[in-house]
């Protein structure tokens, strides 16, 4: 029982700090034989099995219920209620009607209920091998459990948490799960208790991948317990954000609620004092509360939005869920991953050195980016003057470093088919594909030295050797095999007897140039790999016989091989150049862009000095510092650094959550499942949709379809521009709410008749919302639209400005309607074509001003006329609806209307212009003082 209670072990505990034996014991297994089969069952049915609980989502009735609860809608279903038991069916049937509508828009488009745990459990389920009872099965990774003894080779899933017991040149690539870019060696001695999550070497963790060896490790976390399965709970706890509209429609809502119930109390009061009857003061009042409401502004939003994601998925942003689309355009901070979003991911040799001297060395330079073997080597320009592509036969020692890199290899880079967008591929490690790449810019081709040098053995890199040997047959004028070697500088600079001059002669060296040249190179940010190469003396073994091809046999008198030193290479994943522009964009637009990576610090300063993102001197912040500072200090250094490397999922969530502190929009991109939890937890998620995880995408907004971070730049100022033209519908729509409310008010005040009934109101507000509103989602971007900074999330969405030009416009078309309305019962004429009359002037009156919008404080004029002719369109469609509206006997009777003559429509014309012109007076005024406050 004690025993069994040992395997309770917390998933917290120091597995990668602790020796094989003891985790053997503390797990209760023998890493020879493995578990038996009786206490596989045990603990089957005791921790149940190997996969990630899945949180359900609300379900569907509850999302669709969701859809009526706002203020707003509120006041319309009980409006609709109220009318239907005084049986005015048609008024019922309208205004519950324009709820459902806005209900089931709003449900459609609701892109999806969370299903990023589902992605992670989904990654879990495949097949591994087993040892128990000293033989190796395989079975469903569910099956596994604490304590199993996994067997992993190249091309492996690991499927839990796993402590190394064994490795032969295991490496695995852990990249979803850190952050890390390149493959992690392995290795079966601890690490030190402290080390964070992408340095324990000692371990390997569920959904990484095997990328090369073979290696044995223990069960020590299956499910939830793994370090994947506790990313999972994170995601669980990250809040989802409303956007800053969202949040700034419901403080509207609860204002435009608490105004119109006030306003309604009154009217009520008022129209009981006048001796009015109880039915048709209330119905007056209903009209009111109608046409206050914007009832099509829910309906024009989602629209908008929807028309939104139609244009960022023409810039490579797709979008998941609706309202990101307006939330970008909010953004002050972007955080950003380095590999592939800011970079290509596509290790490149810039530079390479050989030595000219005892005392100086010769630097060259690499044309070309990425995997494209499209370049040519030049001296460098800080060697001297650049001049034309040098050749091998005059520079030799480049020529054997460059083929050095290429033999000494296992990887391979693939042409794109003929006629097809597709980009140079790698099959292997992106380190020695770059090393590929720099020997074709001089050689041209691989093939042939591939064939002229065969292959005899392979020592693989190992980190405590720190390099990669291969064993050539004799070729050329060579009599012997020949060895070539790549690693660190220190450990290839302590295996070599001499150095290769430029000129190809042999000399002493002083390994103090060559770390000169080094740290020279890695101060650009370059990662350094030194090359070295020997012919192999076969015999010298025991007895005469021939020597085997082993680490002991390299470097050093009395060995096989003696070796020359080469020179350097120096390689880097450059930044995209469309990155480097979007970045400049974005700092211009006032969003801070702020570097977030598991690369080395070292590295990530260097990329962000190029990519110009952050302020002198860029020094990175590592998660180890991170995680040494109080809660207290988090949103000071989370606005004051631009870099930070080797993060934690948990420190990525604290980031974002202090920068959320202080107020900020916060874009956060990523790709891996360490991500998915602050994808979540920022305003807006951003993965990467080439290199992404499911899990990430499923955390995620948006998603871009190519990786690029001036897709994102490009999606910002898409999502400034549906947010101004949604303030230019609102600015051009709330007139028409607080007109319709002060005509009913003035009617109830002055004891008139109603001039508009609810039923005309949700005509007009509706249909004028459709027709006329929504063609504004279609206007150009300001001309300024990305050199303002990011909007002040804290300020209302109804500013002074726009309630000062909504009482203007809303006044001028009360007054238009009330005189027309006067005027034809003053002349005799039925109340029903006096409302007629009254709607037409308020639906004129709101095309003209349609004009003063599409300009919120510049003048209509300087927007050309027929830029837009979705806007022509609806006009057109909504004359010809007014037409029917005031001219069809059917809906005469419907909506209680009556045929009027060319004198209301003169009428409403001249009522539309005046209002028009005297919009644009307010703006001259407003200009003219220097009023420039946003509408």
């Known amino acids: ?111 999806r209920a969370v299903r990023a745990i589902d992605a992670l459990a989904r990654s879990m389920r495949f097949e591994t091998v087993v040892r128990r009872e000293g033989r190796r099965r395989r079975i469903d990774a569910a099956e596994v459990v604490v304590g199993d003894v996994v067997v992993l080779e190249a091309g492996d899933r690991v499927p839990a948490d796993l402590r190394i017991i064994s490795t032969r040149e295991l490496c695995c690539d852990e990249s979803a799960l850190t952050g890390e870019s390149e493959p992690v060696s392995k290795r079966e001695e601890e690490v030190d208790a402290t080390a964070v999550l992408a340095d324990r070497v000692s371990m390997a963790y569920a959904s990484s991948l095997v990328t090369r060896g073979v290696g044995e490790g223990i069960v020590v976390a299956i499910g939830d317990r793994t370090e994947v399965g506790r990313i999972s709970g994170l995601i669980a706890t990250a809040d989802r954000l409303q956007t800053p509209l969202n949040r700034k429609i419901a403080a509207f809502s609860r204002v435009l609620l608490a105004i119109i119930l006030g306003i309604a109390t009154l009217m009520f009061a008022i129209g009981l004092s006048q001796g009015r009857g109880l039915i048709d003061t209330f119905m007056a009042t209903v009209a009111m509360a109608v046409g206050a409401i914007p009832e099509g502004l829910p309906a024009a939003f989602t629209i908008m939005l929807a028309v939104g994601v139609s244009r960022m998925a023409r810039r490579n942003a797709i979008i998941r869920r609706l309202p990101a689309v307006e939330a970008l355009g909010s953004t002050t901070v972007i955080c950003s991953d380095k590999t592939g979003t800011l970079t290509q991911n596509q290790m490149t040799v810039r530079n390479a050195w050989v030595a000219s001297s005892e005392r100086a060395g010769l630097e060259y330079e690499f044309t070309g980016s990425g995997y494209d073997p499209s370049g040519e080597v030049r001296v460098s320009s800080e060697a001297g003057p650049a001049g034309a592509a040098v050749t091998a036969g005059d520079h030799p020692t480049l020529a054997e470093l460059l083929r050095c890199g290429l033999l000494c290899n296992d990887s391979e880079i693939h042409e794109p088919d003929a006629g097809t967008d597709a980009m140079w591929s790698v099959r292997g490690d992106p380190t020695e594909a770059a090393l ?158 702020k570097m977030i990576t598991g690369d080395h610090a070292s590295t990530a300063s260097s990329i962000a000095a190029m990519m110009g993102i952050g302020d002198e001197p860029r020094t990175a912040l590592t998660g180890a510092e991170l995680a040494r500072q109080p809660d207290e200090a988090m949103p000071h250094l989370a606005e004051s650094v631009s870099v930070f490397a080797r993060m934690t999922p948990e420190q990525k969530l604290r980031l974002v959550r202090a920068l959320q502190s202080r107020g900020n929009i916060v874009a956060m991109t990523g790709d891996g499942v360490n991500d998915a939890p602050a994808l979540r937890q920022a305003d807006i998620g951003v993965a990467m949709g080439i290199a992404g995880t499911e899990a990430a995408k499923d955390a995620a907004d948006i998603v871009l379809a190519d990786d690029n971070f001036a897709s994102i730049a490009a999606a910002v100022e898409e999502g400034r521009t549906v947010y101004t033209n949604l303030i230019k519908f609102i600015v051009w729509t709330l007139p028409t709410n607080g007109a319709e409310a002060l005509v009913i008010l003035s009617a109830i ?187």
């Not at 038996?36 to 609300?58: F, H, K, Q, Y």
């Open 436 to 593: 590929i790449v720099s020997a074709r810019k001089l050689a041209r081709s691989d093939q042939s030295l591939l064939a002229e040098w065969p292959r005899r053995d392979a020592i693989q890199f190992d980190s405590d050797r720190q390099y990669m040997a291969t064993l050539h047959d004799a070729a050329g004028d060579r009599d012997h095999p020949v060895v070539f070697v790549k690693g660190s500088v220190e450990r290839v600079l302590d295996m070599c007897r001499d150095i290769a001059m430029r000129d190809g002669q042999r000399a002493e060296f002083d390994a103090e140039v060559v770390h000169g040249a080094a740290d020279r190179l890695a101060s650009r940010g370059l990662r350094v790999l030194a090359f070295a190469m020997g012919e192999w003396v076969a015999g010298g073994g025991e007895n005469g016989a021939e020597r085997s091809f082993t680490p002991g046999s390299i470097g050093g008198n009395g060995r096989a091989v003696s070796l020359t030193f080469l020179g350097l290479q120096g390689m880097l994943d450059p930044p995209r150049q469309e990155a480097l522009d979007a970045v400049r964009v974005c700092r211009e637009a006032g969003i801070s862009v």
């Open 749 to 935: 005040v002055l004891n008139w008749p109603l001039p508009i009934l609810p039923v005309q109101a949700l005509y007009i507000n509706m249909f004028t919302a459709i027709l006329l509103g929504l063609p504004l989602i279609f206007e150009d971007r300001e001309p300024d639209q990305m050199d303002r900074p990011p909007r002040d999330p804290a300020k209302p969405l109804f500013s002074t400005a726009i309630f000062m030009r909504t009482c203007f416009v809303s006044l001028m078309l009360t007054v238009g309607a009330m005189l027309l309305f006067h005027e034809y019962l003053r002349s005799g004429r039925t109340e029903e074509s006096a409302r007629t009359a009254a709607v037409l002037a308020i639906v004129v009156g709101k095309v003209f001003y349609l004009f003063n919008s599409r300009a919120l404080l510049r003048s209509a004029w300087s927007t050309p006329l027929w830029s837009n002719r979705w806007l022509w369109i609806g006009i057109a469609a909504m004359l010809a609806v007014q037409g029917v509206f005031t001219y069809s006997p059917i809906v005469n009777r419907l909506f209680q209307t009556e045929s009027v003559g060319r004198d209301a429509w003169a009428w409403s014309a001249i009522i539309g212009v005046i209002a028009m012109l005297l919009v644009e007076v307010e703006k001259a005024i407003r200009r003219a003082l220097g009023s420039h406050e946003d509408l």
């Open 1 to 111: 029982m004690a025993n069994r209670e040992r395997n309770r072990v917390s998933a917290d505990s120091l597995w990668h700090g602790r020796s094989v034996r003891w985790v053997a014991d503390a797990v209760c297994t023998d890493p020879g034989l493995g578990l038996s089969n009786s206490e596989v069952v045990t603990r089957l049915e005791r921790d149940g099995p190997n996969v990630i609980t899945v949180r359900r989502g609300a379900p569907w009735w509850l999302r669709l219920l969701r859809q009526f609860h706002a203020p707003l809608i509120y006041i319309l279903l009980v409006a609709t209620l109220v009318t239907l038991l005084v049986e005015e069916y048609l008024d019922s049937a309208v205004i519950f009607g324009v709820v459902l509508v806005n209900a089931v828009i709003g449900f459609v488009e609701e892109s």
